[in-house]
């Protein structure tokens, strides 16, 4: 089992930044992917970013890029998700997820076996 612990969420004004984070803990060396996904209210979750562990590979959603990044803290076991620019768009629940399977799909929500709670954040105009 993989345990996953969002932080970072809040509220910020249009235009501000948050990093979110995400502690991962329990069989680690399992993980092949982690990813962010977030879910507006009344809306499907969707994809925003996902980190491979071994190669380092990232892909990060349309709406996001070149304001988003994803990175990983190898000692911490932990991702990240550098948000800039903030729009009210953004406004969403983020959640963590990690998958132990080798797939090429990941931005597909059916990679990943394990998710955290979610976190909250909130952009305001």
């Known amino acids: 089992q993989v345990q996953l612990v969002e932080s970072g969420g809040g509220l910020v004004q249009a235009g501000g930044s948050l990093r979110l984070s995400c502690a991962a803990s329990g069989r680690t060396f399992s993980i092949y992917v982690m990813a962010w996904f977030r879910q507006a209210p009344g809306k499907e979750r969707e994809f925003v970013a996902a980190?491979?562990?071994?190669?380092?590979?990232?892909t990060i959603a349309d709406s996001v890029r070149g304001r988003f990044t994803i990175s990983r803290d190898n000692t911490e076991n932990t991702v990240y998700l550098q948000m800039n620019s903030l729009k009210p768009e953004d406004t969403a629940v983020y959640y963590c997820a990690a998958g132990s399977t080798a797939v090429s799909a990941p931005r597909a929500r059916s990679t990943y076996d394990y998710w955290g709670q979610g976190t909250l954040v909130t952009v305001s105009s």
């Open positions: 980190f491979r562990w071994s190669t380092r590979y990232t």
